[in-house]
């Protein structure tokens, strides 16, 4: 068992920093349908009585004897106050709302935004564009739309306090998409798709009108909330939808100009990369060094990764959300055993889930990625 000389916000910094540690920190990716269901409540509550949701995830944290960081600090949403904070052309369902009450929230795949507002996006930026908009996708008027993201943001920094209260770190104090993430799923994917091929130039074009309002969006909440860093969400750009041509063009320019622009204020961006990034990771030596956690899930080669990354930027991931579903405590161990020892090796590393942590994890077998992280160290 390593010798702990850190605190766990003094370990989760020196993993960003790419500092040596005494072991390697974990934090997992956690919203609330793991936690609420493990303690017995179903989707509606755990979506709907903030108090029950989050406390279900400080409950699972107590039970464990805790963790060393979070990267998101509950399941609130760091909204400014401003009404396009809360609008976004997108569809989901909701449990108790077109799914069964034990069902997590769904997101479904539909054209919301359509090719003929491109042109609107183009003139009005990203923000006038939302504000032009407000009420085909939201159908609140503007008090409660304001009053909604107030208290959301208010709940994100209680999240936030109560972590730091316990000495564990939050990695993000804001939300982002990148311009091609908000287009894919507000879009679909079928759709934006064709935009490519299609209408590359506009498209080109609708993106760089995004980027001022999405930037300075993501700023404003961080500084909001208090914590210096940016979740941004880039699920759709990588190699395992588009060839690398596509990604120079429609993805890597805008995700690298906006890592810059938070790195300039101070803030480290956690990338969310769903899918596989195998072939993307080189373009990462490009961004600023040790201002990025490249989060995995499970998809990409995370081992792969590490030869490129390493001594440049902070890892996180990746234990598969089939694992900690349908595996063995013993099997959970030996993978988390395997990160620790390749992608653990010379620091620049935090043991986490792939993407969330699945509703159907089992206890055990999250409770033995915690305790390896904890017990085993052996560089």
């Known amino acids: 068992m390593p010798v702990e000389t850190m605190s766990p916000m003094e370990r989760m910094e020196a993993a960003i920093r790419l500092e040596p540690l005494d072991r390697i920190p974990c934090a997992p990716l956690m919203d609330v349908f793991f936690p609420a269901k493990y303690k017995g409540y179903n989707m509606i509550e755990a979506i709907r009585d903030w108090e029950k949701g989050f406390h279900s995830i400080t409950d699972v944290y107590e039970e464990v004897g805790g963790w060393d960081g979070m990267i998101l600090p509950g399941y609130s949403i760091p909204a400014t106050p401003h009404i396009y904070s809360a609008v976004s ?32 996006i183009i003139n009005l930026g990203w923000n006038g564009f939302l504000m032009k908009r407000k009420n085909e996708y ?8 304001i009053k909604w993201t107030q208290k959301q943001m208010e709940r994100y920094k209680h999240e936030i306090a109560y972590w730091k209260n316990k000495g564990v770190r939050s990695l993000s104090g804001a939300f982002a998409r990148s311009p091609l993430m908000a287009l894919s799923t507000s879009r679909s994917l079928m759709e934006i798709t064709r935009d490519i091929y299609q209408i590359p130039d506009k498209l080109e074009a609708v993106m760089e009108a995004m980027m001022d309002d999405m930037i300075a ?8 909330s208090g914590e210096p860093g940016v979740f941004l969400v880039m699920e759709r750009g990588g190699g395992f939808f588009y060839p690398l041509k596509i990604y120079e063009r429609f993805e890597y320019p805008h995700m690298k100009r906006m ?84 992608v653990g090796e010379g620091g620049g590393f935090i043991l986490s889930t792939g993407c969330t942590c699945p509703v159907e994890c089992k206890m055990d077998n999250f409770r033995a990625m915690i305790n390896t992280a904890k017990n085993y160290y052996p560089h």
Not at 263 to 276: N, R, S, Y
């Open 138 to 145: 939201n159908p609140w008027d503007d008090d409660r739309i």
């Open 217 to 224: 969006n993501a700023i404003e909440a961080a500084k909001l």
């Open 89 to 120: 052309p997108g569809k989901n369902i909701y449990p108790g709302a077109g799914l069964d009450a034990d069902q997590p929230t769904q997101f479904v795949e539909a054209e919301v935004l359509k090719r003929e507002d491109y042109d609107d």
């Open 259 to 342: 890592v810059e622009a938070f790195a300039k204020e101070g803030f480290i961006t956690v990338m969310h990369l769903d899918q596989d990034y195998t072939k993307n990771v080189p373009y990462f030596k490009d961004l600023p060094p040790k201002m990025v956690v490249a989060e995995f899930d499970s998809t990409t080669d995370i081992f792969k990764a590490k030869e490129i990354l390493q001594g440049h930027m902070c890892i996180a991931g990746d234990v598969p959300a089939a694992l900690l579903s349908l595996g063995t405590p013993a099997e959970v161990e030996a993978y988390c055993k395997k990160l620790i020892d390749v």
